[in-house]
């Protein structure tokens, strides 16, 4: 579905985890790391690994990134979730060699390049974002813009009109998440939906590297 909000595009922002890089399989055995019990036990001392797991998937679904969720429901702020996932990176890094790498991807990023501004929006860690992005060889291609808030609420957006200018409709943002596109929709941002989950966007595709060919062949021009 095309809406008729969408502008020229000038700006394209990726999220990281299912959209770029395909890592929900690949992160969430690292929630078994002896770091996570570690650091919920600090909140609440008495949970078992396996009621924190639960939590985790609650987080998970509600907020889109676990440790954003707790943070939230405890009023913890922002710098608690990078100690976080500082303290815990190491457990997911050791599982990005495993990421599968798209050949195709490099490439069609370069060509897009060529045309747009590209950025990564993510609500990860700053260190395991770059890492993946060094992992699948397109680091070159973005600056990181860490989601100072979950990307549920305007903050990010608002960040992203402060830095880059109010033209919402011409900053297209690329998720696999009906849910985190919600708030951006509402702002008038452009959307496009990739992976296989149904969800109201601007655009939908299979994944990333169809949403890319389509635009970088400029059929996606409103
Ligand atoms: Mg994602």
Not at 80 to 89: I, K, L, P, Q, T
Not at 122 to 149: K, N, W
């Amino acid at each position: 579905m095309v809406t008729e909000h969408c502008g020229p595009a000038v700006h394209l922002h990726f999220d990281l985890d299912d959209t770029l890089a395909h890592t929900a399989k690949a992160f969430r055995p690292s929630w078994r790391d002896p770091s996570v019990l570690e650091i919920v036990q600090t909140l609440v001392p008495d949970l078992s690994h396996e009621e924190v797991l639960h939590f985790f998937k609650v987080y998970y679904e509600s907020h889109g990134c676990s440790w954003l969720g707790i943070a939230d429901n405890f009023g913890l702020p922002m710098r608690w979730v990078d100690e976080a996932y500082d303290r815990h990176g190491d457990a997911s890094l050791k599982l990005i060699a495993d990421l599968e790498v798209k050949d195709r991807l490099p490439s069609l990023l370069d060509a897009a390049s060529e045309m747009v501004r590209l950025r990564i929006l993510t609500q990860a860690g700053y260190r395991y974002a770059e890492s993946v992005l060094d992992h699948l060889g397109v680091r070159h291609h973005f600056p990181i813009l860490r989601a100072r808030a979950y990307k549920r609420t305007a903050q990010p957006y608002h960040i992203i009109l402060a830095e880059e200018g109010r033209h919402e409709a011409k900053h297209w943002l690329i998720e696999d998440s009906p849910a985190n596109l919600k708030e951006a929709t509402r702002l008038g941002f452009t959307t496009v939906l990739v992976g296989p989950r149904d969800g109201e966007a601007d655009y939908c595709f299979p994944d990333v590297e169809a949403f890319l060919e389509s635009f970088i062949a400029g059929s996606l021009t409103p």
